[in-house]
């Protein structure tokens, strides 16, 4: 386990910056301590530092996991988001896209969103601008990528594709095996 370098702490920033923006230093900088961000076999770990000065004397080789797992850096270096990062990304997110009861399955079984299954969505949300999905009693679900802006949704079809799916609730069950080792 080693801290980021500055080539990953970049990319891993960016893709935080686009779901919670300028809220990332609240996750650095809490009331209840410090804690940071470690990469261990590709994947970005968010833990507290004292828990990190335990964590020191275990083996690399034996360490399968520790904190809460972000996301994972590809082969090709690009970052993805797990769904194990959703419960630290929805409190700070700026864009919110809420589902009706009917889209919820659809959307937790992996498909996009189309505009028929949109509740509401956040005043000002960019096109291509990373989501946080909720349900309409704020569960959040998952996340995305906005595929139209606020004011192109009101005009869209009712089959139209609002929301790109990234990850969802879902993915405990069906990728329980790959999310942490």
């Known amino acids: 386990m080693r801290p980021l370098t500055d080539e990953e702490t ?5 893709k935080l910056t686009k779901y919670i923006g300028e809220n990332i230093r609240l996750l650095v900088d809490r009331p209840d301590g410090a804690y940071c961000f470690r990469l261990h076999r590709e994947r970005v770990f968010y833990i507290s530092e004292n828990l990190l000065k335990h964590a020191v004397s275990i083996d690399r ?15 090709t270096r690009k970052f ?17 896209i809420w589902l ?21 969505i956040s005043e000002s949300t960019a096109k291509y601008q990373g989501v946080v999905v909720y349900n309409m009693a704020d569960v959040p679900l998952g996340f995305g990528v906005a595929a139209k802006a606020t ?6 079809e009712p089959m139209a594709i609002v929301c790109f799916h990234q990850a969802d609730i879902g993915e405990y069950i069906r990728a329980e095996d790959t999310l942490v080792g």
């Open 10 to 14: 970049k990319i891993f920033f960016e």
């Open 151 to 156: 004011s192109e949704c009101r005009h869209a």
């Open 100 to 120: 009706k009861p009917t889209a919820e399955q659809q959307f937790v079984y992996g498909n996009h969103i189309m505009k028929s299954g949109l509740g509401r």
């Open 80 to 96: 993805r988001l797990h769904i194990t990062a959703l419960d630290y990304l929805a409190p700070y997110a700026q864009y919110k």
């Open 61 to 75: 080789d034996h360490l399968i996991s520790i904190g809460t797992c972000f996301g994972k850096f590809t082969k």
